[in-house]
């Protein structure tokens, strides 16, 4: 039987036992239909998984007994930096879920010149707001841990956010003859770093700028697709060659 992997925020474990009441009982119980005896593992966004076995079914309290403890144990997917400029509404909330669903690692809300999205406070509402949909996204795909959504950080800044990421691209619409198969092919294990401008475009001293700096500028083809669109094609292709050259190194 599939062993689920379910998050718990505030995770509480006293003498072995996990009480889960409210919306976690319901979502085990009456979505993944697990019954006493049926093995979850609980996950708690901290580094920790607890391999657990449901108990008893009590009214609307669910006992898990805790039979071990793994910390950090090792996910098989390619670590994925997103920056990405932020749009506004509801279209951003739905890009932030699919691209956690998807595997990123961590996505940087990005200010291009062109971005519209103005943000106050450091992002405040927004960022909060982001960072709950990753949490409820991390849990519904199983996701051992939650990807980290930054504080909105202007292009030329981003250097110490993504850090030491080995694979850079940059999407970029006067591009016409880089794939990401010619960057990607079967060599997809390496820290990567994702960037995608805003609906109006980047400018050419933006690109070239991020040249500069060790990116590589692809294009998707003729088609153009939207700023939501973009990074889940990419993470998605990323997700394809990673587990297309998993496969050919056994």
């Not at 997809?188 to 609906?199: F, N």
């Not at 500028?217 to 094609?233: D, Q």
């Amino acid at each position: 039987m599939e062993v689920r992997r379910v998050f718990v925020d505030k995770l509480k474990i006293k003498n072995g036992m996990v009480l889960l009441a409210g919306p976690m009982h319901k979502y085990i119980i009456g979505v993944l239909r697990k019954r006493p005896g049926d093995r979850i593992d609980l996950i708690d966004g901290k580094g920790y998984l607890y391999r657990s076995t449901i108990q008893s079914v009590k009214g609307k309290e669910l006992y898990l007994q805790v039979v071990d403890v793994v910390h950090k144990p090792q996910e098989k997917r390619p670590k994925v930096t997103l920056c990405v400029s932020p749009i506004k509404g509801p279209r951003m909330d739905w890009l932030v879920e699919k691209a956690t669903e998807l595997g990123a690692e961590k996505i940087v809300p990005t200010v291009f010149k062109r971005t519209v999205v103005k943000f106050n406070d450091h992002g405040g509402e927004k960022i909060e707001r982001w960072r709950r949909i990753t949490v409820e996204a991390s849990r519904q795909s199983g996701r051992f841990t939650i990807p980290e959504i930054a504080e909105p950080t202007p292009l030329r800044g981003i250097g110490p956010v993504i850090g030491d990421a080995e694979k850079r691209v940059v999407l970029y619409e006067k591009e016409r003859h880089t794939t990401l198969k010619d960057v990607f092919g079967l060599k997809t294990g390496d820290t990567t770093c994702i960037v995608i401008g805003p609906e109006g475009g980047i400018e050419e001293t933006e690109a070239e700028w991020l040249k500069e700096n060790g990116f590589v500028a692809c294009t998707l083809g003729e088609n153009i697709f939207r700023t939501e669109t973009t990074p889940l094609i990419v993470l998605s292709v990323i997700l394809y060659e990673y587990a297309r050259a998993a496969g050919s190194d056994q």
